[in-house]
């Protein structure tokens, strides 16, 4: 079988192991922890870069650092992993969900700007710190949208400069879900870098992997500092046992972040390696049936993942399948979960159904060889 999605451990990842395990530094401290955090944060073109356990936990703290609150609104596309919305949930919001462009599959930035247009006003209130706070509160049930989590959907990027004007426009605070997008610029300037905060997963299908892991990246001290602190249990004191606030254990650990240095050692050749294995793709696949991604002139991708759209998704699966080529359907849209198909849903002919209905994703590990690629596409065009 042709695997989908791994890691490619080809560097100094052993090394690095051993010396964690030669030392003793295996746990939630150690050099490696700061390194990586340090190298994905250079790389992205932060100031700061904090390590958590996974992407999920480092969306959680950002949306919590960033004010959101039990009651509120976080705006977030219906087609993206489930981390997304669950991250808003565990803040005691809700996702306040926005249909997706049909060829970019990124989040609809007309559809969210009228939407707001119409739906929203503009009103101050106090946050937990009795400070005035500027802020759009829906119309329906005058709650407030406090943050949008635009998700970089398969490492491609929405129109940044129409979303940051949106959120200027209407005072909601961006927090990038840049879980798969590590290695994507839009205008030069990379993804993550836009929000208050960014977010990076580490997962094991991802572009680098330390086999779970997150980082978040912001270009404020201060925040960095919070979120440092809250994600190591909020402990004042290096030696007794004191705490000023609820933390969590969401740290990195050394052994993983050793992993994690490994691979951003490698991480441009992977990024060279997506990009032959997308553009054989795109020009080896054959049928008017198949249609990819649509990538914006301004958007320079990661390539994570290919992924096409295909009317006959559940035969050519089963097809890809059958002849040992591993592929998976898209996520379900967040609006058909059960958690989630109350909260509101902004949409003009459902586009993230179409999106779900019609895709799929091939392998795509920077470990294929030219010959699995191939393999690949004379399977596909087999089908028809």
């Not at 990195?252 to 997308?278: C, H, S, T, W, Y």
């Amino acid at each position: 079988m042709i695997p989908l999605s791994i890691p490619n451990i080809a560097g100094n990842e052993w090394k690095y192991v051993k010396d964690c395990l030669d030392t003793g530094w295996v746990s939630s401290v150690g050099s490696y922890v700061t390194q990586f955090e340090n190298m994905v944060a250079d790389f992205a073109g932060a100031k700061f870069g904090v390590a958590a356990m996974n992407g999920t936990a480092a969306l959680h703290i950002a949306l919590e650092l960033s004010g959101v609150v039990q009651g509120d609104y976080v705006i977030v596309p219906n087609i993206t992993f489930i981390a997304s919305c669950n991250s808003v949930a565990y803040t005691g919001a809700t996702p306040l969900l926005i249909d997706v462009d049909e060829e970019t599959w990124q989040m609809d930035l007309h559809l969210l700007e009228n939407f707001l247009d119409n739906n929203t006003y503009i009103e101050e209130r106090l946050n937990e710190f009795g400070e005035k706070e500027i802020l759009s509160f829906y119309k329906k049930d005058d709650k407030p949208i406090s943050a949008i989590l635009p998700v970089h959907v398969l490492g491609n990027m929405c129109d940044m400069d129409h979303l940051v004007r949106i959120c200027k426009k209407y005072h909601i605070t961006m927090v990038e879900d840049s879980t798969e997008a590590l290695g994507s610029n839009y205008k030069g300037r990379h993804a993550g870098t836009f929000g208050q905060f960014g977010t990076f997963s580490f997962n094991g299908n991802k572009i680098i992997s330390t086999g779970g892991g997150g980082v978040i990246v912001t270009n404020d001290e201060g925040l960095a500092k919070r979120a440092k602190h809250i994600t190591t249990q909020a402990k004042t004191d290096p030696f007794e046992y004191n705490h000023d606030q609820i933390g969590y254990n969401y740290r990195l650990v050394n052994i993983l972040a050793a992993i994690g240095v490994a691979q951003m050692e490698q991480l441009p050749d992977f990024l060279i390696r997506k990009k032959e294995i997308d553009r054989r793709y795109r020009e080896g696949l054959e049928s008017d049936d198949l249609t990819f991604q649509k990538v914006g002139m301004d958007v320079i991708p990661n390539n994570w993942l290919h992924t096409m759209k295909v009317k006959q998704q559940r035969p050519m699966i089963k097809h890809l399948l059958n002849n040992g080529v591993q592929c998976r359907p898209f996520w379900v849209p967040m609006n058909q979960l059960e958690m989630f198909n109350d909260v509101p849903y902004v949409t003009e002919g459902d586009k993230a159904n179409e999106v779900y209905k019609q895709c799929i994703s091939i392998p795509s590990s920077t470990s294929l060889t030219d010959q699995q690629v191939e393999e690949v596409i004379k399977v596909i065009n087999a089908f028809y």
